[in-house]
């Protein structure tokens, strides 16, 4: 049987290291307020000052190496940034890589976020330059929406949302809490066949068990997302994978979730063909990216367009 056709069916325990990288990424530790917060860094290979710096969130039981695939070359995020102008520094959640001891049972969704405020202060004034540009997936983008919702405004120049909505099509709690990571396989992946050969031998590096405490509050996204929403003050490009299962994504639902977002600036909504809920590791990962990048570039242009902030 072909290596693509099983997914994992429950996370793997990191190799020491943490896995290959591609060329040009590296790995750092930023210190959030005292607690170290791993990432992978990748900057313009040329030397020159970054455009931006995409700053990106992976979802729940995933690490940073989600945005650097290694079953292709154009999988990879971090590298595709680069070789377009920006720096992408893609973190471990709290919870995950190097704050996984200090944090074992994780942290609630608005703690995530006062903590990689934290990193990100630390990240660039040691790291990083240019604007700040949040490109989540999953969990990670509950995370990128909370982090703009309190944020000052120019902080963020946009956002860029995979595999989330506001209304789930499954019961996460219930589904989370099996043993048996089998039921799970279709609702992550969607058809196998959408990811490289490789896909899966690679991501037993990148896999990493749930928080106890993020995996408990899969199920209260919905009644917060109407609160959180309307606070968000940045343009936001909302992504749904063709095969997307975890998330409810008829044209009424859509709908509904942007206009919940009634302060930002401008909100779009994508559908990308031949994916599943994995975007960045699946073949059609390059298109996303790419896609992404170019919201970044309209963002870069509407903030040059606009009044000096006092």
């Known amino acids: 049987m072909a290596e ?48 931006a710096t995409i700053v990106a969130l992976h979802g729940g039981g995933m690490r940073a190496g989600y945005f650097d695939g ?36 994780g942290q609630p969704l608005l703690d995530q976020a006062k903590t990689v ?6 990240a660039r004034g040691r790291y990083v330059g240019g ?42 709690a219930r589904l989370l809490r099996r043993p048996d990571g089998t039921a799970l396989r279709h609702l992550h992946w969607g058809p196998l066949h959408l990811y490289p050969p490789g896909t899966f031998l690679a991501g037993q590096q990148i896999v990493a068990p749930m928080p106890p405490r993020e995996r408990d509050a899969a199920g209260a996204w919905e009644a917060f997302a109407p609160r959180l929403l309307p606070r968000v003050r940045v343009p936001v490009r909302f992504t749904f994978a063709e095969h997307e299962a975890w998330w409810r994504h008829t044209d009424a639902d859509l709908a509904e979730l942007t206009a919940l977002l009634s302060a930002a600036p401008r909100v779009l909504v994508d559908r990308l063909p ?7 590791l699946g073949s059609a990962a390059r298109a996303y990216h790419l896609r992404a990048l170019a919201f970044l570039d309209e963002c870069l242009g509407a903030a040059d367009r606009s009044p000096a902030a006092p």
């Open 4 to 51: 693509t056709t099983q997914a994992p069916t429950a996370p793997t325990t990191l190799a020491p290291g943490g896995g290959p990288l591609s060329p040009g990424v590296r790995r750092i530790t930023l210190d959030a307020a005292g607690l170290p917060l791993s990432a992978l860094l990748s900057e313009p290979a040329d030397g020159s000052a970054p455009r």
């Open 131 to 172: 604007p700040l540009f949040l490109l989540a997936h999953s969990f990670g983008a509950k995370l990128a929406l909370a982090l703009a919702a309190g944020a000052p405004r120019g902080l963020f120049l946009g956002l860029d949302v995979s595999g989330c909505g506001h209304r789930p099509a499954v019961d996460a």
């Open 274 to 280: 031949g994916a599943g809920h994995n975007i960045s």
């Open 70 to 105: 290694q079953a292709h070359p154009d999988v990879s995020l971090l590298t595709l940034g680069a070789r377009l102008g920006c720096a992408v520094l893609a973190l471990d959640r709290p919870g995950y890589g190097a704050s996984a001891p200090h944090l074992p049972a």
């Open 117 to 122: 405020r934290a990193a990100l202060d630390d």
